[in-house]
């Protein structure tokens, strides 16, 4: 990660302008994996809004989880507060397309800490809420007993990735998620540099997240990335027509 606000500079790698206006969140994302699944359409399109097109890669459609540590989580202006900034979390999240804007739709946001779920859910309108995340030095496990959710992977972290596939950017930068809540669409704007993918070698992976016909298991597991930190800030989410 770069020092202090000096990411919010580097802009040639966007596929559209940054905001102009001043952004509403920061936050740091360390010790990150993701974990990249491929999926059927239809059980995939029953889970995303009407108003938002399903984005593919080369015909085929994709569902990543997201683990990693949040960090210094805070509005602009104002200090974090480590008991409620710094958590766990796990994004279970899809990708979409609207009006040109390549972008995320969260399907399920899980986070370690009970009251950071509910400050960021009453401050975003993001469906977070609180499960059993824990890392050791190998691994990442979750239980999520309200849902049946599990995880259990256990990986190592191997050399940055020279030169990045067009799969691998598709997959992993993103600077836009998209919000549809009491029938509403509205996006949020995402800015980040550019992520220092890692090669990760995934060890172990037990899993089963069923949501709704969809099933993610340890078998359609077909990419994985790892990156040590991001800084990111993100804007005040707008109106979508």
Known sequence: MKKGDEFLTEVSHR????PTTNWQYYQEWEDVLFLHFEVDHADLRFLVPDHLSLDSYSGKYYISLVAFKMKNLRPAGLPSVGFISDFYEIQTRTYVIKNGKRGVYFINLEVAKKISAFVAKVLSGLPYEKSDITRSATAYNNINN???YFLDVTFSTENQIDIKKD????????YALFLYK???LRVFEIHHEPLALHHVHVEKLNIHYQIRNLKIESYTLIACHYVPGIQMVSWSPVAVE
């Open 146 to 148: 309200h849902k049946g």
């Open 167 to 174: 799969f691998d950017t598709w997959l992993t930068e993103r």
């Open 15 to 18: 596929p559209w302008e940054k």
């Open 182 to 184: 009491n029938n509403a």
